[in-house]
T-cell receptor, first 114, second 109 residues
Framework: NAGVTQTPKFRILKIGQSMTLQCAQD?????MYWYRQDPGMGLKLIYY???????DKGEVPNGYNVSRSTTEDFPLRLELAAPSQTSVYFC?????????????FGEGSWLTVV | DAKTTQPPSMDCAEGRAANLPCNHS???????VYWYRQIHSQGPQYIIH???NNETNEMASLIITEDRKSSTLILPHATLRDTAVYYC??????????FGKGMKLTVNP
């Protein structure tokens, strides 16, 4: 298993540009999450999904969109990039239900908006 | 999921045990206590989790009080590589998974 794979690892965007951060997992996990982490700060939940076709907002959803057309993929879309979206983005996944299931994280995507 | 409270930071001498506290006074019966850590710029790493009983694995031990309102993560022999931000999460059946600010552990030589 590759686990949770994020691409790209690094990206520089100009203000107003759009881009998609890709996230894929090969563990057949129902739940997937997108977090952002600003320098020196904790993780903030952007969006999450409990299965294909189902997504919901987290703590900081503004400026982002997600889709979940398959169990494996959970892309995060930035439509009009702003400097405030400069951050490290982490994708994560876990199995449904059982409270004992652990969560797996990708290695992160570093995004700079200039 | 129940709210958890951790001190913002803590220091520990290399080779000594690091005892990381977490308060989760509103935890409900079906919520597990999870610990993760994040070493600089990397994705968070799972450490250990437990429900009622104390747990131990190759990384750490988790001590949960009898009333389950608090817990302590123990790193028995802290090394410089244990310097990280540690997150304590109380998680039940909620689909959301929200991390708090965590606690910065600095292991000093």
């Amino acid at each position: 298993n590759a686990g949770v794979t994020q691409t790209p690892k690094f990206r520089i965007l100009k203000i107003g540009q759009s881009m998609t951060l890709q996230c894929a997992q090969d563990m057949n996990h129902n739940y997937m999450y997108w977090y952002r982490q600003d320098p020196g700060m904790g993780l903030k939940l952007i969006y999450y999904s409990v299965g294909a076709g189902i997504t919901d907002k987290g703590e900081v959803p503004n400026g982002y969109n997600v889709s979940r057309s398959t169990t494996e993929d959970f892309p995060l879309r930035l439509e009009l990039a702003a400097p405030s979206q400069t951050s490290v983005y982490f994708c994560a996944s876990r199995l449904q239900g059982n409270s004992g299931n652990t969560i797996y994280f990708g290695e992160g995507s570093w995004l700079t908006v200039v | 999921d129940a709210k958890t409270t951790q001190p913002p930071s803590m220091d520990c001498a290399e080779g000594r045990a690091a005892n990381l506290p977490c308060n989760h006074s509103t935890i409900s019966g079906n919520e597990y206590v999870y610990w993760y850590r994040q070493i600089h710029s990397q994705g968070p790493q799972y450490i250990i989790h437990g429900l009622k009983n104390n747990e131990t694995n190759e990384m750490a031990s988790l001590i949960i009080t009898e009333d389950r309102k608090s817990s302590t993560l123990i790193l028995p022999h802290a090394t410089l590589r244990d310097t990280a931000v540690y997150y304590c999460i109380a998680r039940g059946g909620s689909e959301k998974l929200v991390f708090g600010k965590g606690m910065k552990l600095t292991v000093n030589p």
